[in-house]
Each structure stands twice: as C-alpha cells, then as structure tokens.
C-alpha cells in the first residue's frame, strides 16, 4: 500500500492539463467577491442558475475561483476568519513582478499580512501571506526565480493532454480568455465554453 491508504499500481498517474478552479466557503458572499475582485483582480463569470445555492464565480490568471455561501457552520467559519497568519497553513499562491509593491498596496487597504525571505542555493524568494475575509491563506511570491527541477521523468504519454513542465505556462486558450475578461467579462454560456 503507498502513503494514504491507495493501493499502488504501476501505471501512469492521471493526466491532467491544468488547474481548472479553487472552490471556497464563505460567510458573507458580497464581502468575499469584492476582495477577490478588487485585490486579487480575479472578474465575475457566468455560473450555472441550476445550482440550488448561493455562490459566484470569478476568473482570472488561468483559472477559476468558485465562492460558496456558508449556510452551516456559520460559527465555525467566523472562527477562522480570525487565525493568526501561518504561511504552513493550506494556502493558494500567486506569482508577482512587484513583491514590495503588492505590500504596500495590502498596506493601504489594511489587509494584515506577513513577510517571509525564503534562500536557497543564493536565490531568494520572496512571500506575502494573507487571509481573505473568511480567513483563507493567500500567498504572493517571486517564485519563479527558483528553477522548476522535476526529480523524475514525466510519464503521463497521452496525446490528448500537455506534458507536465512545458516551457510555457499558459495555453492560448487561457489566455485569449484572460484578454477577453480585460473587456465585457460577463460572457454567456457559449462564449465561456469557447476558452475551457
């Protein structure tokens, strides 16, 4: 048996293309839009009316953020909205060009946030660690100055789907979408397929 309970077998791990979207549970639905719309810079989307609860969906770098209204545990989320920052807790990250531009700006808003100086090999790597409003961590970093260096051979073959450590970072896709959301974002159903 390998780590986990999963039974070990000797084919391919699944051949995945990229991240798609993180899903988040929040207590107050308008407070977290506004935040990752107007710090994170994530924009509204089109979500599916047949869902049988409140939510919103953004999008924005590649990928899709899907917020989710709280209806239990209400207590136990305010609770987390309150943790102190620790850059080990479950977290999403975010590259940046500016990291001391993105600590002021988090400044001027009155966002908390914590500062780290990571070196390795001569290289430093800088973070920013925050919560968004339902205490979520969020990191901000220049990690691309380290090296990506797989410590195995990809082995995913299929055709169907990209080799992982491609030299680029984004499919056309993703960015012609992330064009498009720089104008009228609020796509219909057809436009939004065209870019997933």
């Known amino acids: 048996m390998a ?7 000797s084919s391919s791990p ?36 047949s869902f049988g609860f409140a939510g919103a969906w953004l999008y924005n770098y590649g990928m899709g953020v899907h917020l ?37 700006d988090l400044k001027e808003r009155s966002i908390k946030c914590t500062r780290r100086v990571v070196e390795e090999g001569g290289i430093l790597v ?24 797989p410590l195995t051979s990809p082995s995913c073959n299929s055709r169907r789907y990209p080799k992982p450590f491609k030299s680029t970072t984004h499919t056309l896709a993703s960015d012609s979408f992330t064009q498009h959301l720089q104008g009228d974002y609020r796509t219909s159903n057809e436009q939004y397929a065209m870019y997933v």
């Not at 780590?3 to 077998?9: F, H, I, R, V, Y």
């Not at 293309?17 to 509204?44: A, M, Q, T, W």
């Not at 545990?73 to 975010?94: K, M, T």
Request: hydrophobic fraction near 35%; include cysteine; charge should be negative.
């Open 68 to 104: 989710l209204q709280v209806e239990e545990d209400i207590e136990l989320a305010i609770q987390n909205r309150n943790r102190e920052i620790n850059p080990r807790d479950d977290h999403i990250s975010f590259q940046c060009e500016d990291i001391v531009q993105v600590e002021n």
């Open 126 to 149: 800088e973070q920013l660690f925050f919560h968004d409003p339902d205490g979520f961590m969020i990191e901000v970093c220049n990690c691309d100055n380290l090296p990506v260096e």
């Open 3 to 9: 780590a986990g309970g999963l039974k070990k077998t």
């Open 14 to 49: 699944l051949c995945l293309s990229s991240v798609n979207h993180i899903s988040r549970n929040c207590v107050d639905l308008e407070k977290s839009v506004e935040f990752y719309e107007n710090v994170l810079g994530f924009k509204p989307i089109k979500r599916p009316g």
